[in-house]
């Protein structure tokens, strides 16, 4: 497979600077971190907040560079200040609040915005801009203005606009965190379908645990280091360690793994809702 991210022993760093100009403390936010990410995967990051998720998210388009080692996106490395809009074409970033993406007072001038920025012919920017709405399933609010949408919909705008500009990778930051449970479903539903059917790289970055359980493969970071990898039900069915680590899983495998530990002959490696129901009907069966 093509690979679409690889990091190698990477390191940032945050100062505080005194009054003088110097280093008065620093944080390590990653520390010496490798991953690699193939084209067409659905990754999901999880850590609480602190780990160096939403640090290693800005590293992905050249936000923020690696003090040591290297991170290439598509075989381009981000320290290459020439080719940084290259890096950002290739890998668009949506952030947790859409209000600071949505620059325009009409849906489809805002998703219009980053092409026209490019230089793109207007035929081309029309046609970009209604297939965008079409992935995004907001065609029909395509002459509103955002500031009448609900908090779900303003973030499929702002992925709409991300999609106009044609990345091969999306980053995710937490995009739902700031939404309710219908808007965050809206959302959810989005991502999986350009994963799916547009076969765009997906890069989410979350601290809500249900909605890793579709990803090909689920990180967890701890103090700026990779900590736990795996798919979801490797990583999920270890409930003790996420709890080690501060951190919940899914509720049907806390259920699970609450129900094995008073001695319940029951999978650990559960997901849904769906499927606690099934291993239980089956276990009721054999009595």
Same mark, same amino acid.
């Given at each position: 497979?093509?690979?679409?991210?690889?990091?190698?022993? %990477?390191?940032?760093e945050?100062? &505080?600077?005194?009054?003088?100009?110097?280093?008065?403390?620093?944080?390590?936010?990653?520390?010496?971190?490798?991953?690699?990410?193939?084209?067409?995967?659905?990754?999901?990051?999880?850590?609480?907040?602190?780990?160096? =998720? @939403?640090?290693?998210?800005? *590293?992905?388009?050249?936000?923020?560079?690696?003090?040591?080692?290297?991170l290439?996106v598509?075989?381009?490395?981000?320290?290459?200040?020439?080719?940084?809009?290259?890096?950002?074409?290739?890998? !668009?970033?949506?952030?947790? /609040?859409p209000?600071?993406?949505?620059?325009?007072?009409i849906?489809?001038?805002? %998703?219009a915005?980053?092409?026209?920025?490019l230089?793109?012919?207007? #035929?081309?920017?029309?046609?970009?801009?209604?297939?965008?709405?079409?992935?995004?399933?907001?065609t #029909?609010?395509? #002459? *509103? @203005?955002?500031n009448h949408? +609900?908090? !779900?919909?303003?973030q499929?705008?702002?992925?709409?606009g991300?999609?106009?500009?044609?990345?091969?990778?999306?980053?995710?930051?937490?995009?739902?965190?700031?939404?309710?449970?219908?808007?965050?479903?809206?959302?959810? /539903?989005?991502?999986?379908?350009?994963?799916?059917?547009?076969d %765009?790289?997906?890069? *989410?970055i979350? *601290?809500?645990?249900?909605?890793?359980i579709?990803?090909?493969?689920?990180?967890v970071?701890?103090? !700026?280091?990779?900590?736990?990898?795996?798919s979801?039900?490797?990583?999920? +069915?270890d409930?003790? =360690?996420? &709890?080690?680590? !501060?951190?919940?899983?899914?509720?049907?495998?806390t259920?699970?793994?609450?129900?094995?530990?008073?001695?319940?002959?029951?999978?650990t490696? %559960?997901?849904?809702?769906?499927?606690v129901?099934?291993?239980?009907?089956?276990?009721? @069966?054999?009595?």
């Amino acid at each position: 497979m093509e690979r679409m991210v690889e990091a190698r022993n %990477i390191t940032f760093e945050y100062h &505080k600077y005194n009054d003088e100009g110097n280093i008065e403390e620093s944080f390590t936010a990653l520390d010496n971190m490798s991953l690699e990410i193939e084209k067409g995967e659905f990754v999901v990051i999880l850590g609480h907040n602190g780990s160096g =998720k @939403s640090t290693f998210a800005k *590293h992905l388009n050249a936000i923020l560079t690696p003090m040591k080692g290297f991170l290439l996106v598509k075989g381009i490395n981000t320290k290459d200040e020439e080719k940084i809009w290259d890096i950002r074409q290739t890998a !668009g970033m949506v952030f947790q /609040n859409p209000d600071n993406q949505i620059v325009a007072t009409i849906v489809d001038e805002d %998703i219009a915005f980053g092409p026209e920025n490019l230089g793109i012919a207007p #035929d081309e920017i029309r046609r970009r801009v209604d297939k965008a709405l079409e992935a995004v399933e907001m065609t #029909d609010y395509k #002459d *509103h @203005s955002p500031n009448h949408l +609900s908090g !779900g919909q303003k973030q499929r705008v702002a992925i709409a606009g991300v999609l106009a500009m044609k990345p091969e990778c999306i980053v995710f930051d937490e995009p739902t965190a700031m939404l309710d449970p219908i808007g965050r479903q809206e959302v959810l /539903n989005t991502i999986y379908k350009l994963n799916k059917e547009e076969d %765009i790289t997906i890069i *989410h970055i979350t *601290h809500y645990m249900q909605e890793a359980i579709n990803a090909d493969r689920v990180i967890v970071m701890e103090e !700026g280091k990779i900590v736990m990898e795996g798919s979801p039900r490797e990583v999920f +069915s270890d409930v003790a =360690k996420l &709890k080690e680590l !501060g951190l919940d899983a899914p509720d049907a495998t806390t259920l699970a793994y609450e129900l094995k530990k008073r001695g319940i002959d029951i999978s650990t490696e %559960i997901l849904s809702t769906q499927e606690v129901v099934d291993a239980i009907w089956r276990l009721s @069966s054999k009595i």
